[in-house]
């Protein structure tokens, strides 16, 4: 393998339902700046069914060039037909790195594809940067070991140099009003060989509980909410800030409550505004889907708990009892504010 001919950083583009996913905004967002760094361009890879409405969107959030495979196999997620059009792409046109969401779709197709074109992949990374030892290799961060090491990997002799990146860790950038990129649309053969699983119903889980990570405020419970019960505060706190209720993983495993609302490295990785963490003592892996928070507030009765190190502000105390006094205070404020 020549490294030499392979250019050019590639994005895969999740959509379901034509619709993009987060994660390939941000995806984009990354992939310029380290464009920058190798010198070279943007491409966004879109494959779907009748998804040509979405190039602008791509070309708004930083792609250079969009490759677009439109067929109606690509319809609905499947592993073989989407992993047999991206080695058809990446042997036409050998890009030196292709990014993939973290996503379950990303995590299912990027290692088919390394193994078919015996490459490097390194998942759920968080940070990624271009080495500046003259190599312009890909330096692709990830945590290890339950996130108490984070190691630094490289493919400095295959390619393309492939990552799945954690949702919500890179930034989209602030959209190009009227970008246009060319569009390099590619046939690709799928027959009955790229297709041995049949999707017969794809059942979608109806939840009107907004993502918490588009929330700007979160009200996050720990362990030391003591029961599921107590989980009432934090909805009333949260209630009264206009923020959502979220949690750490210790609540998940106890079945208090669902894992989509468990913020850290192996739930999500969360950015808003304003984080108050309730019994939560700060353990890395916890901290790693949150510490990026603009505001971190910590309610917690053990003063030496690890999350007071990140917490701009720090109540110790008994979070049953802080919380209602915090709401109605809250409550008062804003009625304050809203009769001002
Ligand atoms: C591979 C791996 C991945 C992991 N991924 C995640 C992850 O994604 N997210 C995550 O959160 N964890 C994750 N963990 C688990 C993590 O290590 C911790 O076990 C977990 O975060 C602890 O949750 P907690 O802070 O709610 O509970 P605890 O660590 O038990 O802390 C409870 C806190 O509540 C305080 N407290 C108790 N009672 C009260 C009270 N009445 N008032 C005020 N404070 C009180 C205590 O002082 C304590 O600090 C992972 C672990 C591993 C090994």
């Known amino acids: 393998m020549d490294i030499q001919e392979y250019k050019g950083i590639f994005v895969f583009v999740q959509q379901v339902d034509n619709k993009i996913a987060s994660v390939s905004f941000e995806l984009l967002g990354k992939a310029k700046e380290l464009a920058k760094d190798m010198e070279t361009e943007v491409t966004a890879v879109l494959l779907g069914y009748n998804v040509s409405g979405l190039c ?87 945590p290890a070991f339950g996130g108490n090491i984070m190691a630094t990997i490289l493919c400095p002799e295959h390619r393309p140099q492939m990552a799945t990146v954690r949702p919500g860790v890179m930034q989209k950038i602030k959209p190009i009003e009227g970008a246009t990129a060319p569009v390099d649309k590619f046939d690709i053969e799928i027959g009955p060989d790229h297709q041995n699983v049949e999707v017969l119903e794809v059942i979608k889980k109806v939840s009107n509980k907004m993502d918490i990570q588009d929330a700007k405020i979160l009200v996050s419970g720990g362990r030391g909410m003591g029961c599921p019960e107590n989980f009432k505060l934090l909805q009333d706190l949260a209630d009264a800030l206009g923020g959502t209720v979220s949690s750490s993983r210790a609540c998940v495993d106890a079945g208090w409550v669902e894992k989509d609302i468990q913020v850290g490295q192996t739930g999500k990785t969360v950015r808003p505004n304003l984080y108050i963490a309730c019994g939560i003592s700060g353990a890395i892996q916890h901290l790693a889907g949150m510490e990026e928070s603009d505001v971190i507030i910590a309610i917690n009765k053990d003063e030496s708990a690890p999350i007071f190190e990140v917490a701009d502000y720090g109540i110790v105390g008994d979070v049953t009892k802080i919380l209602p006094i915090f709401t109605e205070e809250v409550k008062k404020a804003m009625a304050a504010r809203n009769n001002a």
């Open 56 to 142: 602008n969107d791509l070309a708004r959030y930083g792609a250079d060039k969009i490759i677009m495979v439109d067929n109606k196999a690509l319809e609905v997620y499947a592993t073989e037909p989407y992993t047999h059009s991206m080695c058809k792409i990446i042997e036409k046109y050998k890009p030196a790195v292709v990014l993939y969401g973290a996503t379950a779709i990303g995590r299912d197709l990027a290692p088919r594809i390394s193994a078919r074109v015996k490459t490097g992949l390194t998942a759920d990374c968080t940070k990624l940067e271009i080495a500046d030892d003259g190599t312009k290799n890909l330096r692709m961060t990830r």
